[in-house]
Structures are given as structure tokens and as C-alpha cells.
């Protein structure tokens, strides 16, 4: 099954410290709004415009369970992510082989 395309990119969407708080906080089960809203210093209309752009990244799928609303980790977009930062993993691996170098010469 498609889904469809994302409204707003994985990288919008975590830009948001309370959004990364959110991914966590569903990691591990699905949530309805009120016991999410419950965990943050913030309106539940704000805990739900922030859950709106988490799922038009497609970063957490919702369900209805009668009169409330469900809400999960989507992992699987993050990939995006995992692809940019490794690019970048590089950098950080030649910068700590500089480190070292540096460290072990100066010991001499």
C-alpha cells in the first residue's frame, strides 16, 4: 500500500525539540492524544499541530479507537536522515583522526 506524499519533510518535522520529544516518547507504544498532551507544558491543541506535522512527514501514523485518536512511531522516514548524517560521518572520522595525530605528537 502507497502512502501518500509528505506534506512537510522528516527534516521540518524534527527540527522541533517538543516533535523529537514526541518520536521518543511513541517509540515504544501508541499513544492518545490526552496521555501525550499529559507529558508536555503545552496546550493539547498544540500537542496535536505538532503531532499533525509529525504525521504529514509520515513520521507517526494515527488510528482511530472509538472516540480518541492513536498515535505511533512511523520509523521508517528517518531513513532520510540516517542517509544525510552519514554523509557527513566523514568529516567527523578524518577530524578525530586529525585529534589523535595531534595528540599523539604533541605527547613526544
Known amino acids: 500500500m502507497a502512502h ?3 506534506k512537510h519533510d522528516v527534516f521540518h518535522a524534527i527540527a522541533d525539540p517538543t516533535r523529537r520529544s514526541m518520536l521518543i516518547l511513541l ?3 501508541e499513544m492518545a492524544i490526552a496521555e ?3 507529558r508536555f507544558p503545552i496546550t493539547r491543541t498544540a500537542v496535536n499541530k505538532h503531532l499533525h506535522v509529525l504525521s504529514d512527514a509520515g513520521l507517526v ?3 482511530r479507537v472509538g472516540r480518541e485518536t ?3 512511531l512511523r520509523p ?3 531513513v532520510e536522515l540516517k542517509r544525510w548524517l552519514a554523509f557527513f560521518e566523514q568529516y ?3 577530524k578525530m583522526a586529525n ?3 595531534f595528540v599523539e605528537t604533541v605527547d613526544e
Open 61 to 63: 501514523r494515527s488510528r
Open 36 to 38: 501525550i498532551a499529559g
Open 99 to 101: 585529534l589523535k595525530h
Open 4 to 6: 501518500p506524499a509528505a
Open 70 to 72: 492513536r498515535y505511533r
Open 27 to 29: 517509540a515504544d507504544r
Open 76 to 78: 521508517d522516514p528517518l
Open 92 to 94: 567527523w572520522d578524518e
